[in-house]
């Protein structure tokens, strides 16, 4: 079952007493210069996540078609993807602190976002990450240790992942599923008296992630959870089509990311218990038509961030395997490229970031 | 609160705001005769089939759980949920049983998957 708490996607496999809990975080939109590759931008906030059943009669009949959630992204944000596996220490025989590990399938307009393969039921090979170890996935795989940022773009335009791809424009969103592990797998991977000793392990990896999690200071905070001024949403919104339109994600910037590989083989998961969402993507007028609600403050740009003095982050973990698979998604151009090439503009905003300050995430070694 | 009285009461509170809700015209609407709709609400003979209660439920504007809970009994779809997962739906039961109302619609709101 999925449900939602506070703007986080939460997954209970009640069989395994295990729970899965998956963030959408905003972020800034990194610049997409030519050979520039960024080091990992900060936690700005979860996106606000709704119930999409909530606004029948105002969002497209096909979309309450396909359930899920409905979030807001401006078109001068990114997002990424923060994996949280979570015990349930309230609740007897739920401890498996950092230990409860799932299969993530990540697709934006029912495209992989890791081999840019049509979106099939079930796992395929290398077309999904395991968490832990992978602490959170940031865009698109074009290549190993490197991805391409997810960014908010209207479908039609030719310019996100599905359309590149497919050729088509027909989903758009963000698609997730998550698996987890058979019980008789998961017993022989984690044995009860070692688990312990284990869980521990996970949680000094996790501990380290949360630097990256708990990037933003309490007033860097207040302003990316603050909402837009009526006044500024006012004068957005004239001369804005303020119509409903499908969403979908693109490649935009270029940093350094591992995708690790599954660190216990396809066999071990249980593919009839995966649970699925549908995210459907709006931008700030959409979302204001459709919940009423003012959306919140758009984010500072990378280049005012950085200017503040702000912390980029870089995590690399030479012992667990990187994906090293040929991928469709290699074959992606990104939305300045795609800019160039017809001599459009559709960025907002792609000014370089200069020299950022780089928190290196704090890994724990043998001793 | 037996079943015939909490028939009655939502009779009597319809009347008060229509008097067509009288016995006999009620009687008329469910196409049963007032006299066994007079028993029925005296607790004289036990609740009526699935039906009657469905066309009751209807007419009232009357949630069909929450007659059939009255009544003593449980939707057929629900007893059919509850045979495919006796354990969980039983656990979840137990788990809610004190929690006030609010905090049960938490609990069972899940994020819907549709067809795609």
Known sequence: MITVENNSLRFSFTHLNGLFELQLIRTLRIPDQEGQVCPLPPNLGTFPVRHIDDYEGRVPKHWLGRGGILIPMYQSEAMWINFLPRNNPARKGFVRSGQFPVAVKIGTGKVSAITGKEWKDGLRKKDYCVAPPQPWIDGFVTKEGTVRQFIAEQLGNGLTAEEQITGKAEFGGLQIEAFPMKEKSFNNEFPEKERETSCLKGNLRMRSMDIRNESYESGFQSYCSATISTNDLDSLSRGVDDSIKDMGLAPGGQMEQQIFEDPYGKKKWDTDSGQRVFVHLVNSMMWKQITGEIPPHAPLTAADYTNKGYPWFKYWDDEVKSLKETRKTAGLKSVAQIEKLQGKSFLPENQPIGKPTVSHVVKDGKW | ?116
Request: net charge positive.
């Open chain 2, 1 to 116: 609160m037996k079943f015939g009285e909490y028939l009655q009461n939502l009779r009597k509170d319809l009347k008060k705001k229509d008097p067509k809700w009288s016995l006999k015209r009620t009687a008329k609407k469910l196409g049963i005769s007032a006299g066994y709709l007079s028993r029925l609400e005296n607790n004289v003979v036990p609740p009526p089939s699935n039906e009657l209660l469905a066309k009751i439920s209807e007419i009232y504007g009357e949630d069909l759980d929450i007659m059939m809970a009255a009544a003593g009994r449980m939707s057929p779809d629900l007893v059919q949920i509850f045979r495919e997962k006796p354990k969980v739906i039983a656990e979840l039961l137990r788990a809610v049983r004190n929690a006030p109302e609010s905090a049960v619609i938490r609990v069972v709101r899940q994020v819907r998957d549709g067809d795609w």
